[in-house]
């Protein structure tokens, strides 16, 4: 199943970390943007083109050190459908870098909706006997609010495609405590119940190397509650948000990984992105440069806590 | 605030119901698809000229009735970018007709992404210097799993825009109370916490007739637990699926309402577009007017039931 591939990916790269592409237009050095808006003026087309061409050069700067990408929905759709279209160019090049794909959507529903949602993001639309795909991502993070109903539709098109779901369990922001850390009469957790329901759905797609296909959104801010994750649902791979901009440090998350320094991904977006902005005295031309510095970095801290 | 104008629509069509549009293409008539899949064989474009033509005549057919629509945004993105752009003239052309327009988005992040999202969904983007509407919906639907951090940029949007949110408190599916149900340490269950922070959250959007613009989202297949939100939450906007293809049925929604006829919205999507499939001999060229007859005919069985 799909976090095979992951696995895989992550073993030849040495390195169990992805790069967020968030673009925030902020983001993008006026070299880039000056020549587009001067042709196209302030026009979500521009927008999209300008986020096309930094995630491009992100891309060709990071494949052969980072092992997979995590586009944020959210970046996209608000430049409209030209902003949707610069997510599937992005996936697809990222995909011809050998790179794996984690579109980060957090998408949710129900029944035939759901189904819909794998289909969009992860399987393929049937169009007058045609097969396509519309955004085809390797992987896609879920919350599971709605329970069962909402990720049977896409344990199908996992199995079928080889792809595989993230499901938020304790995510990294502050306030994630007020529904995921509630106690339940049992004296369980919200989220801990989250984590054993995810090792249920789980069982429907059993990977090689001991993780499954579904794994869990797990932020690097709460050490505590990753290591209880981690106890609770030790074939969960982990997609770890929160390291670096969020303050979520290395140290924490050794209890992520196994004895081969395997089992979870550490993400960092804004970091990488921006980091040309952070360096001292690098010209915005070298921001992908700054970039793969940064990643570079990041890999060595991560590797630094695991086994 | 924005329930303000959904409540009007309301009160001048005497009509507490919304259409989805969640138009698979199975659902249209093949006189649409055949000329389309013709003229641009089978295409993701062809697929989003379909529903975008599908939409249009459902429009035209239901403004003067049905106070709004909630597209299902997983069936525009299952048709790639394309989709995304009939997800936006669908917008529009409600918006043109007069309709209240709820995306059904169930979107869900923190922080700067949720920021993302509610420009993209309901608010502005900036792109050098022009403010431009991606998406451009009156509300939005939203998952509050993450918690406020969640929910306070929206919050912010909502009031500079006139706009509303629907959070999922307890949804109309068979293993919703999977999550939601579970009984907490303090007695409560979860959906009974999360109405009690979508009050919380409401606060800070006023309206001027007693509801908030922070709505919930409750399923019409559980009477029971809509009779206890209610209480918990008198001034909160309901929207509720699951009426009629799903099993709801009217009799258990009148708790829903209040001595005026008022407080929530009562969608049917299958059983509106799909009408033309269920009447005897009605021939695909009148779905449209199929759609008309039934959403008279939920209007009247709703309206039976309220005050």
Redesign the interface.
């Known amino acids: 199943m799909s976090f095979d591939r992951l696995i895989e990916k992550i073993k030849a790269a040495g390195n169990p970390t992805v790069a967020g592409l968030?673009p925030?237009?902020e983001y993008i050095p006026e070299y880039i943007?000056a020549p587009v808006?001067e042709k196209m003026?302030?026009?979500?087309g521009?927008?999209a083109e300008c986020i096309w061409q930094f995630n491009r050069q992100l891309i060709d700067a990071l494949y052969d050190v980072v092992p997979a990408v995590k586009p944020?929905c959210?970046?996209y759709?608000?430049?409209?459908?030209?902003?949707?279209?610069t997510?599937?160019q992005t996936i697809d090049y990222a995909k011809s870098k050998g790179m794996f794909v984690i579109t980060d959507g957090?998408?949710?529903?129900?029944?035939?909706?759901?189904t819909?949602?794998a289909?969009?993001?992860l399987g393929k639309?049937?169009?007058?006997?045609?097969r396509?795909s519309?955004?085809d991502a390797d992987a896609l993070t879920v919350?599971?609010?709605?329970?069962?109903?909402?990720i049977k539709p896409l344990l199908d098109v996992c199995r079928d495609e080889d792809k595989g779901i993230f499901v938020?369990v304790k995510?990294?922001?502050?306030?994630?405590?007020?529904?995921?850390d509630?106690?339940?009469?049992t004296?369980e957790r919200?989220y801990e119940?989250?984590a054993a329901?995810c090792s249920e759905w789980g069982m429907e797609l059993p990977g090689k190397y001991r993780y499954s296909g579904v794994g869990a959104v797990v932020g690097a801010t709460y050490p505590e509650q990753l290591k209880r994750i981690r106890e609770i649902s030790p074939d969960m791979f982990l997609l770890i948000p929160g390291y670096g901009a969020q303050g979520g440090g290395a140290q924490g998350l050794g209890a992520a990984f196994d004895s081969d320094g395997l089992g979870a991904i550490v993400n960092s977006s804004r970091a990488i992105m921006c980091a040309y902005k952070k360096e001292e005295d690098c010209p915005e031309e070298d921001f992908a440069g700054a970039a793969r510095r940064e990643a570079i970095r990041m890999k060595e801290d991560i590797c630094s806590v695991i086994g």
Chains 1, 2 share one sequence.
């Open positions: 968030d925030r237009l943007k808006f003026g302030g026009t979500m521009a927008a944020q959210a970046y759709e608000m430049y409209g459908w030209q902003g949707m279209h997510l599937r957090k998408r949710n529903d129900i029944g035939a909706t759901m819909a949602y289909a969009a993001h639309t049937e169009i007058n006997g045609e396509l519309a955004f919350n599971a609010y709605l329970g069962t109903d909402g938020l995510t990294s922001n502050r306030s994630s405590g007020e529904l995921q509630l106690v339940l009469g004296g919200v119940k989250m329901l």
